[in-house]
């Protein structure tokens, strides 16, 4: 039988260098939060469509979720919002309500419909601790 050798008797790999610095190729890399998309999000609550409340200072709208982060929220609306207006969010996952206040960082019209980006002010603890969960949750289904 051969000898294993231990990792005290493997030489080390002295000069072994890199030239270069890593650097996020991707919009993804460069995130602050983990996105779930609608697909992710509807397997775990085992529902096809997930519907959002929506209101600015003249008008509530109903929209369907795109994708949903800690920081923020993508949804699709009938209307075109206006970047940097203040808005309420609600939605209903499972049996949890949240609602809070977003800030409309992008918009952009796609087809009969518009996309929104809003990152979330003053979302409460217990509310980012459930959407981190979820990701958690998302992650755990995949590798099992």
Not at 72 to 80: A, H, Q, S, W
Request: hydrophobic fraction near 40%; charged fraction near 30%; charge should be neutral.
């Amino acid at each position: 039988m051969e000898k294993k050798n231990g990792w005290d008797e493997i030489p080390s790999l002295e000069g072994l260098g890199v030239d270069w610095d890593y650097k996020p190729e991707t919009l993804t890399d460069r995130r602050t939060f983990r996105r779930m998309n609608t697909d992710d999000i509807s397997r775990l609550f085992d529902m096809d469509n997930i519907l959002i409340k929506l209101a600015t200072a003249q008008q509530t709208y109903d929209g369907h979720l795109v994708d949903l982060s800690d920081g923020g929220i993508g949804l699709r609306l009938p209307v075109l919002l206006n970047e940097n207006e203040t808005v309420k969010i609600g939605l209903l996952l499972g049996g949890k309500k949240i609602i809070t206040k977003g800030l409309v960082k992008h918009v952009s019209k796609t087809g009969k419909s518009c996309k929104a980006g809003i990152k979330f002010v003053d979302i409460a603890k217990d509310n980012v601790e459930f959407i981190s969960g979820l990701y958690a949750s998302k992650v755990f289904l995949h590798a099992h």
